[in-house]
Protein backbone atom coordinates (compact mmCIF):
# COMPACT_ATOMS: atom_id res chain seq x y z
CA UNK A 1 0.00 0.00 0.00
CA UNK A 2 1.18 3.30 -0.98
CA UNK A 3 1.47 6.06 2.23
CA UNK A 4 -0.04 9.46 0.89
CA UNK A 5 2.06 12.51 1.75
CA UNK A 6 0.94 14.82 4.13
CA UNK A 7 1.30 18.34 3.20
CA UNK A 8 -0.02 20.15 6.49
CA UNK A 9 -1.45 18.78 9.67
CA UNK A 10 -3.57 21.86 11.75
CA UNK A 11 -5.98 21.49 15.03
CA UNK A 12 -8.72 20.01 13.47
CA UNK A 13 -7.89 19.29 9.87
CA UNK A 14 -5.11 17.47 7.76
CA UNK A 15 -3.97 18.34 3.97
CA UNK A 16 -2.80 14.91 2.05
CA UNK A 17 -1.74 15.68 -1.53
CA UNK A 18 -4.66 15.27 -4.16
CA UNK A 19 -5.02 12.66 -6.92
CA UNK A 20 -3.62 15.59 -9.74
CA UNK A 21 -1.30 18.36 -9.13
CA UNK A 22 -3.57 21.33 -8.21
CA UNK A 23 -5.54 19.20 -5.98
CA UNK A 24 -5.42 18.50 -1.76
CA UNK A 25 -7.39 15.81 -0.13
CA UNK A 26 -8.63 17.97 3.10
CA UNK A 27 -9.44 15.57 5.73
CA UNK A 28 -11.50 16.42 8.99
CA UNK A 29 -10.26 15.23 12.29
CA UNK A 30 -12.34 14.74 15.72
CA UNK A 31 -10.06 16.75 17.48
CA UNK A 32 -11.25 20.32 18.94
CA UNK A 33 -9.15 22.80 20.57
CA UNK A 34 -9.96 26.13 22.43
CA UNK A 35 -7.31 28.50 23.53
CA UNK A 36 -4.34 28.28 21.41
CA UNK A 37 -4.99 24.93 21.83
CA UNK A 38 -4.80 25.13 25.79
CA UNK A 39 -7.97 23.05 25.84
CA UNK A 40 -8.50 19.93 24.08
CA UNK A 41 -10.95 17.33 23.06
CA UNK A 42 -12.03 14.71 21.37
CA UNK A 43 -15.51 14.45 19.92
CA UNK A 44 -16.62 11.64 18.01
CA UNK A 45 -18.69 12.49 14.74
CA UNK A 46 -17.53 16.15 14.95
CA UNK A 47 -15.04 15.82 11.80
CA UNK A 48 -18.02 13.76 9.62
CA UNK A 49 -20.56 16.34 10.94
CA UNK A 50 -18.51 19.19 9.54
CA UNK A 51 -17.14 17.82 6.24
CA UNK A 52 -21.02 17.27 5.48
CA UNK A 53 -21.85 20.93 6.97
CA UNK A 54 -18.87 22.73 5.09
CA UNK A 55 -19.77 21.27 1.94
CA UNK A 56 -23.13 21.95 1.81
CA UNK A 57 -22.51 25.74 2.82
CA UNK A 58 -19.64 26.22 0.47
CA UNK A 59 -21.96 24.25 -2.56
CA UNK A 60 -24.79 26.67 -1.98
CA UNK A 61 -21.69 29.57 -1.79
CA UNK A 62 -20.52 27.95 -5.32
CA UNK A 63 -24.20 27.80 -6.46
CA UNK A 64 -24.26 31.78 -6.27
CA UNK A 65 -21.11 32.96 -7.90
CA UNK A 66 -18.94 32.99 -4.86
CA UNK A 67 -15.63 31.18 -6.14
CA UNK A 68 -14.58 28.72 -3.84
CA UNK A 69 -11.44 25.89 -3.07
CA UNK A 70 -14.73 23.09 -2.79
CA UNK A 71 -14.72 20.42 -5.67
CA UNK A 72 -16.18 17.55 -4.21
CA UNK A 73 -16.97 15.29 -0.83
CA UNK A 74 -15.02 12.21 -1.45
CA UNK A 75 -16.16 10.36 1.93
CA UNK A 76 -17.09 10.65 5.32
CA UNK A 77 -14.19 12.72 6.76
CA UNK A 78 -12.69 13.98 3.14
CA UNK A 79 -13.03 16.66 0.53
CA UNK A 80 -11.49 17.00 -2.79
CA UNK A 81 -10.22 20.96 -2.96
CA UNK A 82 -8.03 22.77 -5.37
CA UNK A 83 -4.67 23.55 -3.93
CA UNK A 84 -4.71 27.79 -3.40
CA UNK A 85 -1.58 29.76 -1.81
CA UNK A 86 -3.65 30.39 1.90
CA UNK A 87 -3.75 34.53 2.72
CA UNK A 88 -2.79 34.47 6.29
CA UNK A 89 -5.54 35.97 8.02
CA UNK A 90 -8.66 35.17 9.50
CA UNK A 91 -11.54 37.54 7.87
CA UNK A 92 -14.25 37.39 11.36
CA UNK A 93 -17.36 39.04 10.37
CA UNK A 94 -19.64 39.61 13.31
CA UNK A 95 -23.60 40.89 13.08
CA UNK A 96 -24.24 40.31 16.61
CA UNK A 97 -21.80 41.27 19.34
CA UNK A 98 -19.88 37.98 21.27
CA UNK A 99 -16.67 36.28 22.12
CA UNK A 100 -13.46 38.44 21.64
CA UNK A 101 -15.27 41.71 20.80
CA UNK A 102 -18.13 41.99 23.92
CA UNK A 103 -15.21 41.15 25.90
CA UNK A 104 -12.74 43.77 24.45
CA UNK A 105 -15.25 46.38 23.80
CA UNK A 106 -17.34 45.80 26.80
CA UNK A 107 -20.82 45.04 24.95
CA UNK A 108 -23.04 42.75 26.41
CA UNK A 109 -23.27 39.46 24.56
CA UNK A 110 -25.92 39.40 22.17
CA UNK A 111 -26.74 43.23 21.09
CA UNK A 112 -27.24 43.28 17.84
CA UNK A 113 -24.36 45.32 16.12
CA UNK A 114 -25.42 48.80 14.25
CA UNK A 115 -23.76 47.35 10.76
CA UNK A 116 -22.00 44.11 10.28
CA UNK A 117 -18.19 44.45 11.22
CA UNK A 118 -15.59 42.90 9.50
CA UNK A 119 -11.70 42.19 11.71
CA UNK A 120 -8.43 40.35 10.28
CA UNK A 121 -6.37 38.34 12.83
CA UNK A 122 -3.08 37.71 11.40
CA UNK A 123 -3.13 33.48 10.99
CA UNK A 124 0.20 32.84 13.31
CA UNK A 125 0.12 30.48 16.43
CA UNK A 126 3.49 31.69 17.39
CA UNK A 127 1.97 35.24 17.98
CA UNK A 128 -1.78 34.29 19.25
CA UNK A 129 -2.96 35.03 16.36
CA UNK A 130 -3.23 39.08 16.77
CA UNK A 131 -5.85 41.74 15.67
CA UNK A 132 -4.38 43.88 12.68
CA UNK A 133 -5.63 46.01 10.43
CA UNK A 134 -5.53 46.93 6.99
CA UNK A 135 -2.64 49.06 7.53
CA UNK A 136 -0.99 45.93 8.87
CA UNK A 137 -2.06 44.05 6.57
CA UNK A 138 -1.03 46.03 3.27
CA UNK A 139 2.48 47.08 4.71
CA UNK A 140 3.70 43.99 5.25
CA UNK A 141 2.43 42.58 2.50
CA UNK A 142 0.26 39.75 3.53
CA UNK A 143 -2.32 40.80 1.32
CA UNK A 144 -2.80 43.25 -1.62
CA UNK A 145 -4.66 46.77 -1.65
CA UNK A 146 -6.62 44.32 -4.81
CA UNK A 147 -6.94 41.29 -2.76
CA UNK A 148 -8.31 43.01 0.90
CA UNK A 149 -10.88 44.69 -1.59
CA UNK A 150 -11.74 41.47 -3.10
CA UNK A 151 -11.87 39.45 -0.15
CA UNK A 152 -14.37 42.47 1.48
CA UNK A 153 -16.49 42.01 -1.13
CA UNK A 154 -17.04 38.27 -1.27
CA UNK A 155 -17.18 38.67 2.81
CA UNK A 156 -20.01 40.58 2.32
CA UNK A 157 -21.86 38.43 -0.44
CA UNK A 158 -21.07 35.39 2.16
CA UNK A 159 -22.31 36.90 5.34
CA UNK A 160 -25.58 38.42 3.39
CA UNK A 161 -26.34 34.65 2.17
CA UNK A 162 -25.37 32.50 4.76
CA UNK A 163 -27.47 35.14 7.36
CA UNK A 164 -30.18 34.40 5.18
CA UNK A 165 -30.15 30.71 4.54
CA UNK A 166 -29.55 30.25 8.44
CA UNK A 167 -32.25 32.59 9.49
CA UNK A 168 -34.28 30.22 7.13
CA UNK A 169 -33.57 27.04 9.42
CA UNK A 170 -34.15 29.19 12.45
CA UNK A 171 -30.38 29.79 13.32
CA UNK A 172 -28.97 33.36 13.90
CA UNK A 173 -25.56 33.70 12.35
CA UNK A 174 -23.74 35.72 15.23
CA UNK A 175 -20.22 35.90 13.50
CA UNK A 176 -18.00 33.46 11.62
CA UNK A 177 -14.39 32.84 10.76
CA UNK A 178 -13.33 33.00 6.70
CA UNK A 179 -9.95 32.23 5.26
CA UNK A 180 -9.00 32.73 1.55
CA UNK A 181 -6.51 31.65 -0.72
CA UNK A 182 -5.09 32.89 -4.23
CA UNK A 183 -5.33 30.62 -6.48
CA UNK A 184 -4.01 30.97 -10.23
CA UNK A 185 -5.34 29.83 -13.39
CA UNK A 186 -2.75 30.23 -15.92
CA UNK A 187 -1.36 33.31 -15.27
CA UNK A 188 -4.66 35.30 -14.18
CA UNK A 189 -5.41 35.29 -9.97
CA UNK A 190 -8.31 34.99 -8.23
CA UNK A 191 -9.19 35.16 -4.52
CA UNK A 192 -11.14 32.22 -3.37
CA UNK A 193 -12.62 31.03 -0.38
CA UNK A 194 -10.89 28.32 1.50
CA UNK A 195 -10.64 26.16 4.60
CA UNK A 196 -13.67 25.28 6.10
CA UNK A 197 -17.44 26.59 7.47
CA UNK A 198 -18.64 24.62 10.26
CA UNK A 199 -19.86 25.05 13.84
CA UNK A 200 -16.52 25.33 14.43
CA UNK A 201 -15.84 28.31 12.60
CA UNK A 202 -19.02 30.03 13.28
CA UNK A 203 -21.57 31.22 15.99
CA UNK A 204 -24.74 29.71 15.52
CA UNK A 205 -27.69 30.67 17.67
CA UNK A 206 -31.09 29.20 17.78
CA UNK A 207 -33.67 32.12 16.71
CA UNK A 208 -35.87 31.57 19.35
CA UNK A 209 -34.24 30.65 22.13
CA UNK A 210 -30.59 32.13 21.89
CA UNK A 211 -29.41 28.60 22.66
CA UNK A 212 -25.51 28.00 21.41
CA UNK A 213 -25.25 25.50 18.48
CA UNK A 214 -21.93 25.78 18.21
CA UNK A 215 -17.86 25.54 19.28
CA UNK A 216 -18.91 28.05 22.27
CA UNK A 217 -20.48 24.93 23.57
CA UNK A 218 -17.04 22.94 23.76
CA UNK A 219 -15.14 26.51 24.78
CA UNK A 220 -17.65 27.12 27.57
CA UNK A 221 -18.21 23.67 29.13
CA UNK A 222 -21.54 23.51 28.00
CA UNK A 223 -21.81 20.18 26.82
CA UNK A 224 -24.24 18.65 24.16
CA UNK A 225 -21.26 19.56 21.18
CA UNK A 226 -21.96 16.85 18.60
CA UNK A 227 -25.40 16.96 19.15
CA UNK A 228 -25.71 20.85 18.63
CA UNK A 229 -23.35 19.86 15.37
CA UNK A 230 -25.98 17.48 14.33
CA UNK A 231 -28.83 19.84 15.11
CA UNK A 232 -27.45 21.99 12.61
CA UNK A 233 -26.67 19.83 10.37
CA UNK A 234 -30.28 18.47 10.59
CA UNK A 235 -32.15 21.60 10.01
CA UNK A 236 -29.83 22.22 7.16
CA UNK A 237 -31.38 18.88 6.21
CA UNK A 238 -28.15 17.19 5.48
CA UNK A 239 -27.89 14.65 9.06
CA UNK A 240 -26.04 11.98 7.73
CA UNK A 241 -27.56 9.00 9.18
CA UNK A 242 -24.86 7.26 10.39
CA UNK A 243 -23.70 9.46 12.74
CA UNK A 244 -27.12 10.40 14.25
CA UNK A 245 -26.31 10.43 18.06
CA UNK A 246 -29.79 8.76 18.73
CA UNK A 247 -31.38 6.28 16.99
CA UNK A 248 -35.06 7.65 17.38
CA UNK A 249 -34.28 11.07 16.03
CA UNK A 250 -32.43 14.19 16.81
CA UNK A 251 -31.28 14.73 20.32
CA UNK A 252 -32.77 17.92 21.29
CA UNK A 253 -29.45 20.24 22.86
CA UNK A 254 -30.80 21.21 26.12
P1 LIG B 1 -13.90 35.54 18.66
O1 LIG B 1 -15.12 36.23 19.21
O2 LIG B 1 -13.26 34.59 19.64
O3 LIG B 1 -12.92 36.54 18.11
O4 LIG B 1 -14.37 34.65 17.42
C1 LIG B 1 -15.05 35.21 16.34
C2 LIG B 1 -15.50 34.11 15.38
O5 LIG B 1 -14.39 33.47 14.79
C3 LIG B 1 -16.31 33.00 16.04
O6 LIG B 1 -17.38 32.66 15.18
C4 LIG B 1 -15.36 31.85 16.16
C5 LIG B 1 -14.39 32.07 15.06
N1 LIG B 1 -13.03 31.68 15.41
C6 LIG B 1 -12.38 30.71 14.66
O7 LIG B 1 -12.96 30.13 13.74
N2 LIG B 1 -11.10 30.38 15.00
C7 LIG B 1 -10.43 30.97 16.01
O8 LIG B 1 -9.27 30.65 16.26
C8 LIG B 1 -11.10 31.99 16.76
C9 LIG B 1 -10.42 32.67 17.92
C10 LIG B 1 -12.39 32.31 16.42
Redesign the pocket.
Known sequence: MKRRRTIYEGKAKILYEGPEPGTLIQYFKDDTTAFDAMKKATIEGKGVLNNRISEYLMTQLNAIGVPTHFVRRLNMREQLIKEVEIIPL?V?VRNVA????SKRLGIEEGTPLPRSIIEYYYKSDKLH?PWVSEEHITAFGWASPQDLDDIVNLTIRINDFLSGLFLGVGIKL????LEFGRLWENEFMRVVLADEISP????LWDFQTNEKLD?DRFRRDLGGVAEAYSEVARRLGILPESINPSSGGPVLVK
Open positions: EVAGSLDIDFKDSCRK
